[in-house]
Nanobody
Framework: QVQLVESGGGLVQPGGSLRLSCAVS????????MGWYRQAPGKEREFVAT???????KYADSVKGRFTISRDNAKNTVYLQMNSLKPEDTAVYYC??????????WGQGTQVTVSS
């Protein structure tokens, strides 16, 4: 059974940084895109960033210039470096992985809270 295990969330002050990780375990399937979404209280889940198997990236306008997505294909892990965090970045962040054969998987979510 494929598992997506997230880590790195927490409480940070405005202007601070956090790094999220999502490791895909027990997967013998090829991975295409990997990405991150987030869901704030009372809002719908929204796209944050994605990275293709070839390293191409795309970001939501709200995080461009502040967040950086990267991946380690050897470790089946995707990262999200978040800098200059704002209170409006507070949300549960979900890892999203698109597999070549079995479809899309989601992580369990990790809470990011930006507050003074």
């Amino acid at each position: 059974q494929v598992q997506l295990v997230e880590s790195g969330g927490g409480l940070v002050q405005p202007g601070g940084s956090l790094r999220l990780s999502c490791a895909v375990s027990r997967s013998g399937f090829s991975i295409n895109a990997m990405g991150w979404y987030r869901q704030a209280p009372g809002k719908e889940r929204e796209f944050v960033a994605t990275i293709t198997s070839g390293g191409g990236t795309k970001y939501a306008d709200s995080v461009k210039g502040r967040f950086t997505i990267s991946r380690d294909n050897a470790k089946n892990t995707v990262y999200l470096q978040m800098n200059s965090l704002k209170p409006e970045d507070t949300a549960v962040y979900y890892c999203n992985v698109v597999f070549a054969v079995i479809g899309t998987g989601w992580g369990q979510g990790t809470q990011v809270t930006v507050s003074s």
